[in-house]
């Protein structure tokens, strides 16, 4: 009976580990600019929300009070994403900086395929804001599309790489941006990460833009990522930068 009863006590033991083990944890899609592959578990709900610093060469200097992102997961390979931007900004000629939310934009990413070897997983995000909700000043005149593809390897157990590259259409000119990314990282300890990034805007009208970002993340339990990160313009050097922090929770 005692052994019996033994049994049963460890294998009540080694079930609530293993079910512990299938709990889902917090994807995150913050920091940085470079987008990762995974998306939002089945039927969970995530919320990408930050604050951010930006310092332009011109002087003028923008403050993201709320960037914020919801993100559902409708399927297994894919996610419906809904955002916006809350901004205090000041370009050095009115005498008080003007407060906006940015354009409503809405979204679905995919996970194409899970990688092995030197194969990637492979990601497809498409973006569209809209030219109807947010402040006037910071509407675009049409619908602004956006779209992207995204390659992410696994680099042993604990490191990652990860790049992407797509379009960027501003509502006002037919002709897009280029985005280019690549990000490298990894996990410090088993809730410590950190990781460094090149992004770039190129178009053929406009100055292009080269930013460097890095930054750390600290899963804090299952529901709660906390971020903190830097950019800089390393050919604006001490003109051009931001600084930023942010939280990512599951909230279901």
């Known amino acids: 009976m005692k052994k019996l009863s033994l049994l049963i006590g460890l294998t009540l033991v080694f079930g609530i580990c293993h079910a512990q083990d299938e709990l889902p944890t917090v994807v995150p899609d913050r920091p940085g ?11 969970k709900i995530t919320w990408d929300n930050g604050f951010a610093f930006e310092s332009m060469p011109d002087g003028e200097r923008t403050v993201t009070l ?3 992102i919801l993100r559902y997961g409708l399927f297994e390979n894919m996610e419906l994403r809904l ?23 809405a ?3 995919f996970k194409l395929n899970e990688g092995h070897g030197i194969i990637p997983t492979v990601g497809f995000l498409a973006e569209l804001k809209s ?5 006037k000043e910071q509407l675009p005149s049409h619908l602004a599309p956006a779209m992207y593809a995204i390659f992410e390897h696994a680099i042993g157990e604990r490191f990652w790489l990860c790049y992407n590259a797509g379009l960027e259409w501003d509502g006002e000119t037919a002709a897009p941006k280029t985005f280019l990314a690549i990000g490298f990282g990894g996990n410090i300890t088993e809730s410590l990460g950190a990781f460094i990034e090149t992004y770039h805007y190129l178009h053929r009208e406009e100055k292009s833009q080269h930013m460097t970002e890095f930054g ?6 299952r529901r709660v990522q906390l971020d903190i990160e830097a950019d800089m313009d390393f050919r604006n050097f001490g003109k051009h930068y931001g600084i930023g922090a942010g939280v ?3 909230i279901n």
């Open 66 to 68: 709320n960037s914020t």
């Open 107 to 109: 979204g679905v990413k």
């Open 248 to 250: 990512s929770w599951m």
């Open 131 to 135: 030219p109807h909700v947010g402040t």
């Open 216 to 221: 750390l993340t600290w899963l804090v339990s």
């Open 33 to 43: 600019f470079t987008y990762w592959a995974a998306v939002v578990q089945h039927h």
């Open 83 to 105: 955002g916006s931007d809350f901004l205090l900004s000041y370009d050095g000629l009115e005498p008080r900086p003007t407060f906006g939310v940015g354009p409503l934009t």
